[in-house]
């Protein structure tokens, strides 16, 4: 399984951008890169997804580099609701489904 | 839109006794997995049901089974609780042939006394 490495934590201001990290420099090449996110022991909410392209949707973008070995999550104007573990995973590939492999997350704490 | 349903939210046993949780899926969607999340942790896959079949096993316990019906609902049963059991158990579900997201329901607490 590819590992991905995340920061334990960091803070945000509210209204500014948050820019997470994560590497994974054990990707490989069909394996897609997956954010989530846990609000307090809430269920994981799907954030948004990439293979090799930059993406984004009405919750975030995703940067990956171009060796794909590592990308950023970036929310755009974060408000104290973001304040949540944020979960970078590298999807593996399992028949015909695919389980995610949850490490620690980044935990992110938006200040207002 | 509709989203993953759980039940029950909370369940408290005490231990040796058995539990079964629900998970109902996205409508549409085939694949069905659970997770478990211990106090302070982070969640574990246990397994996943694909087509009513089993896709694969995780670190499920084998007191704990799971199936999948015809209706693509599935149910975890779990017998000789143990203390160690108490967690959030989440369902999530998704569509093979649409990247597979997965989506997670609310989960459910279940309390081992």
């Known amino acids: 399984d590819a590992k991905t490495t995340q920061p334990t934590s960091m803070d945000c201001a509210e209204g500014r951008a948050a820019n997470l990290p994560c590497n994974h420099s054990?990707?490989?090449?069909?394996?897609?890169v997956y954010w989530y996110r846990q609000i307090h022991s809430q269920g994981p909410q799907y954030i948004i997804h990439?293979?090799?392209n930059n993406e984004t949707n009405e919750m975030a973008s995703l940067i990956i580099t171009e060796d794909r070995k590592s990308s950023t999550l970036i929310l755009p104007h974060a408000t104290l609701r973001d304040t949540a573990v944020y979960y970078c995973?590298?999807?593996?590939?399992?028949?015909?489904?695919?389980?995610?492999?949850f490490g620690a997350g980044t935990t992110v704490t938006v200040r207002a | 839109a509709a989203g993953v349903i759980q039940s029950p939210r909370h369940l408290i046993k005490e231990k040796r006794e058995t539990a079964t949780l629900k998970c109902y899926p996205i409508?549409?969607?085939?694949?069905v997995y659970w997770y478990q999340q211990g106090p302070g942790q982070d969640p574990q896959f246990l397994i996943s049901?694909?087509?009513?079949?089993?896709?694969d096993k995780g670190s499920i316990p084998d007191r704990f089974s799971a199936q999948q019906f015809s209706d693509y609902h599935s149910e975890l049963n779990m017998s000789s609780l143990e203390l160690g059991d108490s967690a959030l158990y989440f369902c999530?579900?998704?569509?093979?042939?649409?990247?597979?997201?997965?989506?997670f329901g609310p989960g459910t607490r279940l309390t081992v006394l």
């Open positions: 999530a579900s998704s569509l093979v042939g649409n990247l597979d997201t997965q989506y």
């Open positions: 054990t990707i490989s090449g069909n394996e897609y």
């Open positions: 990439g293979l090799k």
């Open positions: 995973i590298v999807r593996v590939p399992l028949r015909n489904d695919y389980k995610l492999s």
């Open positions: 409508p549409r969607h085939d694949t």
């Open positions: 049901f694909y087509e009513k079949m089993q896709s």
